[in-house]
């Protein structure tokens, strides 16, 4: 079993930076694709970022330019770096994650999930 925990969510204001991470904790983390997914009160689970267990990353074109995934193997840690933020940024961020697969926009290839960080971004 693999838990996630997510964590540095926070209030900012708009134009701010925050970093996200996903942690594990008794499992190796790189062989594993980690995708991050938001959800908006009243909105369905949206894909942000995703990065492979071979590094491979893809965006969605909302955050393209302005977001960033990496991940640390060593700590066994995901990371979202998220600059420029906006009001619409506003959501419960869910760090998700899948042994071993090409890295996916749809949820619903990740079999592991962690609680979510709240971001509120303020105008």
């Known amino acids: 079993q693999v838990q996630l925990v997510e964590s540095g969510g926070g209030l900012v204001q708009a134009g701010d930076s925050l970093k996200l991470s996903c942690t594990t904790s008794?499992?190796?983390?790189?062989?594993?694709?980690v995708g991050w997914f938001r959800q908006a009160p009243g909105k369905e689970r949206a894909f942000v970022a995703a990065?492979?267990?071979?590094?491979?990353?893809i965006y969605s074109d909302s955050v393209k330019g302005r977001f960033a995934i990496s991940r640390d193997n060593a700590k066994n840690a995901v990371y979202l770096q998220m600059n420029s933020l906006k009001p619409e940024d506003t959501a419960v961020f869910y760090c998700?994650?899948?042994?071993?697969?090409?890295?996916?926009?749809?949820?619903?290839?990740?079999?592991?999930w962690g609680q979510g960080t709240q971001v509120t971004v303020s105008s």
């Open positions: 008794g499992r190796t983390f790189s062989q594993y694709t």
């Open positions: 998700a994650a899948r042994l071993l697969v090409n890295p996916s926009t749809d949820p619903r290839p990740y079999n592991y």
């Open positions: 990065i492979s267990w071979k590094n491979v990353t």
